[in-house]
């Protein structure tokens, strides 16, 4: 077994196949807890829709999407006060509730760096389905209070609280639930040197041998050659 940091010391010697199958964060993001401001690889097909879950239980996953109406002192040149932010992101839910465009509404309204969502949170005691996806317990309390009890394009409002939801007020809405991130798989060929860090003593190749062998496997694979036969018979 190679470790992870005698790989990227061997990165130019080493050859590597990716594959991609149906299940990476964003910057900075208001729905996450500790941080203001919350995915991405070719799209997984799409699961057949989620069952809604009975009445008064709420579903293991949702996705959501959000406009931030920020307040004064929680983000970076904001100047409404806990007063003006509440008028604002009460005029925005009623506009989204009338049928406004909702992307025309995030992108004039919203404090949220974009792209700003959408998120896919887990409910509590349920795990994330692939990274890219955010626990509940991992979000401001308020967001996932009231994304959890929408139904499915419902929008609500996550009202300000400096604990609950410290940034300022949530339009939240609903959205179909995402499929999970797609996850990248890889397997690789290391052919180490002699004198690389934790190389076996009986390597006695140079970096450079090291660089033609790797280029060989690497035009053999591509070839068609089985990976795996060609891993088990050259990786170290």
């Not at 008028?87 to 925005?92: E, R």
């Not at 860090?197 to 060989?216: H, L, M, S, Y």
């Amino acid at each position: 077994m190679t470790r992870g940091w005698e790989f990227r010391a061997a990165a130019m010697a080493a050859i590597a196949i990716l594959g991609c199958g149906g299940g990476g964060s964003p910057p900075a993001n208001p729905g996450a807890a500790g941080t203001p401001g919350s995915a991405a690889g070719a799209p997984s097909p799409a699961p057949p829709p989620a069952a809604e879950p009975a009445p008064g239980k709420e579903p293991d996953y949702v996705t959501v999407d959000h406009i931030l109406i920020g307040v004064r002192g929680r983000l970076p040149n904001c100047s409404r006060t806990p007063e003006e932010a509440r008028s604002a992101a009460q005029d925005v839910l009623e506009r989204a509730r009338r049928g406004e465009d909702w992307e025309a509404l995030k992108r004039k309204h919203s404090d949220d760096p974009p792209p700003g969502g959408p998120y896919t949170m887990s409910n509590r005691g349920i795990s994330p389905r692939a990274p890219g996806e955010h626990p509940r317990q991992g979000m401001v309390p308020a967001f996932g209070d009231v994304g959890f009890k929408l139904p499915e394009g419902g929008i609500g409002l996550a009202p300000y609280d400096p604990q609950a939801s410290p940034f300022g007020f949530h339009v939240i809405k609903r959205l179909p639930l995402a499929p999970p991130p797609p996850q990248v798989r890889a397997s690789h060929i290391l052919i180490p040197w002699a004198g690389l860090a934790n190389a076996p003593g009986n390597v006695q190749r140079t970096k450079d041998e090291a660089r033609n062998i790797a280029g060989i496997l690497r035009d053999r694979a591509r070839k068609g050659e089985d990976f795996a036969m060609l891993a088990r018979q050259n990786s170290t």
